[in-house]
Antibody
Framework: QVQLVESGGALVRPGGSLRLSCAASGFTFSDYYMSWIRQAPGKGLEWISYISSGGSTIYYADSVKGRFTISRDNAKNSLFLQMNSLRAEDTAVYYC????????????WGQGTLVTVSS | DIQMTQSPSSLSASVGDRVTITCRASQSIARYLNWYQQKPGKAPKLLIYGAFSLQSGVPSRVSGSGSGTDFTLTISSLQPEDFATYYCQQSYTTPYTFGQGTKLEIK
């Protein structure tokens, strides 16, 4: 069965960096676009980035552009999110999700990993 | 950016009720509209994609309709497991924005 497992969330100081990982299994990872979505505590969902199946097409939300970098390793069935210059407003649960139709239609989600940015 | 506005923000209903949640886009998104269900402490679950296509495994009491700027999610006969928060999301163009959510509570 399809499984997505995020890791790497932690407490980090403002201005710090963190790298999130998402381990995929149960499907041919290299066939699918993937996205990162976040949810601040008690708030709604915010799409932040996607990457095409081969990694050649990448988009970011303006809120993270220039600070976050999405990448993938198809040989290791893994998705990554490098987060730099972290701010308090980046505090959230971060989800990776599989894209059903290469249109950011997210059919499988991981359980999420919590990133807390605080001094 | 395309703004997605859901109404109502919260809704109280009883088991067996028919409920409808509305999502309005700030510009036309054709049928690039998805609906998700989220329960507390859990990841969202895809219910409807392309405005009206039922995701595999989702019960047929759930349906979606609409095109352009106005969309609806309908649950024909509420079951206890349907009490959750629902989000619409446009998949028309980046950034792929979500509505603010509709919390469906038991009356």
């Amino acid at each position: 069965q399809v499984q997505l497992v995020e890791s790497g969330g932690a407490l980090v100081r403002p201005g710090g960096s963190l790298r999130l990982s998402c381990a995929a299994s149960g499907f041919t990872f290299s066939d699918y676009y993937m996205s990162w979505i976040r949810q601040a505590p008690g708030k709604g969902l915010e799409w932040i980035s996607y990457i095409s199946s081969g990694g050649s097409t990448i988009y970011y939300a303006d809120s993270v552009k220039g600070r976050f970098t999405i990448s993938r390793d198809n040989a290791k069935n893994s998705l990554f999110l490098q987060m730099n210059s972290l701010r308090a407003e980046d505090t959230a649960v971060y989800y990776c999700a599989r894209d059903l139709k290469a249109t950011v239609t997210l059919d499988y989600w991981g359980q999420g990993t919590l990133v807390t940015v605080s001094s | 950016d395309i703004q997605m506005t859901q109404s109502p923000s919260s809704l109280s209903a009883s088991v067996g009720d028919r409920v409808t949640i509305t999502c309005r886009a700030s510009q036309s998104i054709a049928r690039y509209l998805n609906w998700y269900q989220q329960k507390p402490g859990k990841a969202p679950k895809l219910l409807i994609y392309g405005a009206f296509s039922l995701q595999s495994g989702v019960p047929s009491r759930v349906s979606g309709s609409g095109s352009g700027t106005d969309f609806t999610l309908t649950i024909s006969s509420l079951q206890p497991e349907d009490f959750a928060t629902y989000y619409c999301q446009q998949s028309y163009t980046t950034p792929y924005t979500f509505g603010q959510g509709t919390k469906l509570e038991i009356k």
